[in-house]
Each structure stands twice: as structure tokens, then as C-alpha cells.
């Protein structure tokens, strides 16, 4: 069975850091582009980052640059986004998803992608 399955979310203090992983199972990760999607309360989900199999990666969102890196680890089937310096803003529920494909397209397309995982909370809060 192919799932994505995202954890480490929570809430943390503005500030604060987090690490999310995105790992696979039924499929292996290493020839797919993940991308990292969020959603805000009464918002439409919005592309974060990406990474492609290629291990470039592309932001999305002006406001994470500099805060936010993706990285990945192929032997363990897992892709992980750190957060740094988080904000209330960042506030969402937060989703993986996954696409064959070496390289990130210039703008996060949802449709492209064929797997999801079912998102990870994040609140940023005092």
C-alpha cells in the first residue's frame, strides 16, 4: 500500500523550530520530486518547498526563505522540512506529497502530484 505519512508537527512558541518528516512506504522515495504544502485556517493550500530526486530544491514562498530547508535521506525512505524562527503565520496544517520527477516545477501545482499524506499540525503560539 503506497502512503506518505507526515509527523513532528505540534505547537511550538514564535521562535521556536520544528523538523517535519514526510516517509513513504510502498514506494521508495528516491526517484519522486516531495513537495511540502500547508494550509491556514480559512486558507487555500499554498506550495512551501520542494525537492526533486535531483536533490535541488525550490521555495515557493518568499517568507520561508532563509527559515525553512528541505532535505532528504533516500536510505531511509524519508524527506524531512526544518523550520526555524517560526512565526504565527506559519500556523497550518501541513502536507507531503510526492511526484516522479527529478526537479521541482516553477510554481507548486497540486494536481501534479499523484500521493499525499494526511498533514501534520503546526501552531505557532505564545
Known amino acids: 500500500q503506497v502512503q506518505l505519512v507526515e509527523s513532528g508537527g505540534g505547537l511550538v512558541q514564535p521562535g521556536g523550530s520544528l523538523r517535519l518528516s514526510c516517509a513513504a512506504s510502498g514506494f521508495t522515495l528516491d526517484s519522486y520530486t516531495i513537495g511540502w504544502f500547508r494550509q491556514a485556517p480559512g486558507k487555500e493550500r499554498e506550495g512551501v518547498l520542494c525537492?526533486?530526486?535531483?536533490?535541488?530544491?525550490?521555495y515557493y514562498v518568499d517568507s520561508v526563505k532563509g527559515r525553512f530547508t528541505i532535505s532528504r535521506d533516500n536510505a531511509k525512505n524519508t524527506v524531512y522540512l526544518q523550520m526555524n524562527s517560526l512565526k504565527p503565520e506559519d500556523t497550518g496544517i501541513y502536507f507531503c506529497?510526492?511526484?516522479?520527477?527529478?526537479?521541482?516545477?516553477?510554481?507548486?501545482?497540486?494536481?501534479?502530484?499523484?500521493?499525499w499524506g494526511q498533514g501534520t499540525q503546526v501552531t505557532v503560539s505564545s
Open positions: 525537492i526533486g530526486s535531483s536533490t535541488l530544491d525550490k
Open positions: 506529497a510526492a511526484t516522479v520527477g527529478a526537479y521541482c516545477s516553477d510554481s507548486a501545482v497540486m494536481w501534479e502530484y499523484d500521493y
